[in-house]
Protein backbone atom coordinates (compact mmCIF):
# COMPACT_ATOMS: atom_id res chain seq x y z
CA UNK A 1 0.00 0.00 0.00
CA UNK A 2 1.53 2.71 -1.20
CA UNK A 3 1.28 6.41 1.67
CA UNK A 4 2.88 9.54 1.23
CA UNK A 5 3.93 11.58 4.16
CA UNK A 6 4.36 15.47 3.92
CA UNK A 7 6.37 17.19 5.98
CA UNK A 8 8.11 21.06 6.02
CA UNK A 9 5.29 23.10 6.01
CA UNK A 10 5.30 25.64 9.00
CA UNK A 11 5.61 29.75 9.14
CA UNK A 12 8.04 31.66 7.60
CA UNK A 13 8.59 35.04 7.06
CA UNK A 14 7.33 36.61 3.32
CA UNK A 15 10.23 36.20 1.19
CA UNK A 16 11.82 33.37 2.73
CA UNK A 17 12.20 29.86 1.87
CA UNK A 18 10.70 26.39 2.65
CA UNK A 19 11.39 23.16 2.14
CA UNK A 20 8.60 20.28 1.25
CA UNK A 21 9.44 16.84 1.51
CA UNK A 22 7.38 14.24 -0.05
CA UNK A 23 7.63 10.91 1.13
CA UNK A 24 6.53 8.14 -0.68
CA UNK A 25 6.91 4.56 1.14
CA UNK A 26 5.21 1.46 0.55
CA UNK A 27 5.82 1.43 -3.28
CA UNK A 28 8.01 -1.51 -3.22
CA UNK A 29 9.89 -0.42 -6.36
CA UNK A 30 7.50 -0.11 -8.27
CA UNK A 31 8.19 3.37 -10.20
CA UNK A 32 6.65 6.88 -10.11
CA UNK A 33 5.65 7.81 -13.32
CA UNK A 34 3.89 11.14 -12.56
CA UNK A 35 4.56 13.83 -9.20
CA UNK A 36 2.23 16.56 -9.14
CA UNK A 37 2.47 19.42 -5.94
CA UNK A 38 -1.27 21.28 -5.23
CA UNK A 39 -1.97 24.07 -2.60
CA UNK A 40 -5.39 24.75 -1.46
CA UNK A 41 -5.65 28.32 0.44
CA UNK A 42 -8.26 29.06 2.95
CA UNK A 43 -12.04 29.40 1.73
CA UNK A 44 -10.53 28.80 -2.02
CA UNK A 45 -10.27 26.39 -4.34
CA UNK A 46 -7.02 23.20 -4.76
CA UNK A 47 -4.68 24.85 -7.42
CA UNK A 48 -1.44 23.23 -9.59
CA UNK A 49 1.65 24.28 -8.40
CA UNK A 50 4.12 21.73 -10.43
CA UNK A 51 4.72 18.21 -12.17
CA UNK A 52 7.71 16.33 -12.67
CA UNK A 53 7.25 12.85 -15.30
CA UNK A 54 9.20 9.88 -14.56
CA UNK A 55 11.58 11.21 -17.41
CA UNK A 56 12.58 14.25 -15.77
CA UNK A 57 10.43 16.96 -17.33
CA UNK A 58 9.02 18.92 -14.76
CA UNK A 59 6.24 22.11 -15.42
CA UNK A 60 5.53 24.95 -13.14
CA UNK A 61 2.34 26.97 -12.69
CA UNK A 62 2.93 30.32 -14.56
CA UNK A 63 2.72 31.58 -10.37
CA UNK A 64 5.21 29.86 -9.16
CA UNK A 65 7.75 29.66 -12.22
CA UNK A 66 10.92 30.46 -10.73
CA UNK A 67 10.33 30.04 -7.18
CA UNK A 68 9.36 26.56 -7.13
CA UNK A 69 11.91 23.84 -7.54
CA UNK A 70 11.65 19.81 -7.90
CA UNK A 71 14.78 17.44 -7.80
CA UNK A 72 14.59 15.69 -11.11
CA UNK A 73 15.05 12.23 -9.47
CA UNK A 74 11.62 11.50 -7.95
CA UNK A 75 12.27 7.53 -7.43
CA UNK A 76 14.13 7.85 -4.68
CA UNK A 77 11.96 7.68 -1.54
CA UNK A 78 11.80 11.01 -0.65
CA UNK A 79 11.63 14.05 -2.93
CA UNK A 80 12.10 17.54 -1.91
CA UNK A 81 11.04 20.52 -3.35
CA UNK A 82 11.65 24.04 -2.22
CA UNK A 83 9.56 27.10 -2.75
CA UNK A 84 11.33 30.42 -2.32
CA UNK A 85 10.18 34.05 -2.12
CA UNK A 86 6.95 33.32 -0.38
CA UNK A 87 4.43 35.08 -0.85
CA UNK A 88 1.16 36.40 1.53
CA UNK A 89 -1.09 35.25 -0.72
CA UNK A 90 0.89 31.27 -0.71
CA UNK A 91 -0.19 30.55 2.85
CA UNK A 92 -2.56 27.20 1.99
CA UNK A 93 -2.31 23.10 2.48
CA UNK A 94 0.29 22.25 0.58
CA UNK A 95 -0.38 18.30 -1.13
CA UNK A 96 1.93 16.12 -3.23
CA UNK A 97 0.14 13.45 -5.25
CA UNK A 98 1.62 10.38 -7.21
CA UNK A 99 0.73 8.05 -9.99
CA UNK A 100 2.47 4.78 -9.02
CA UNK A 101 1.45 1.49 -11.10
CA UNK A 102 -1.54 2.94 -12.41
CA UNK A 103 -3.25 4.77 -9.23
CA UNK A 104 -2.97 7.69 -7.99
CA UNK A 105 -2.19 8.99 -3.82
CA UNK A 106 -2.56 11.85 -1.79
CA UNK A 107 -0.56 13.16 0.89
CA UNK A 108 -1.82 14.32 3.85
CA UNK A 109 -0.99 17.83 3.22
CA UNK A 110 1.30 20.64 5.22
CA UNK A 111 0.35 23.79 6.61
CA UNK A 112 1.93 27.07 5.05
CA UNK A 113 1.29 30.23 6.77
CA UNK A 114 3.66 33.61 5.49
CA UNK A 115 3.90 36.41 7.83
CA UNK A 116 5.31 39.66 7.84
Not at 20 to 43: D, K
Not at 75 to 83: R, Y
Not at 84 to 95: I, Q, R
Not at 107 to 115: L, P
Request: proline share 5%; net charge positive; with cysteine.
Amino acid sequence: QVQLVESGGGSVQAGGSLNLPCEVAGRNFHPISIMVWYRQPPGKEREFIANIISAGATNYAASVKGRFTIPLLINKSTTTPQMNSLKHGEAAGYYCNVLCSGDYYWGQGTQVTVSS
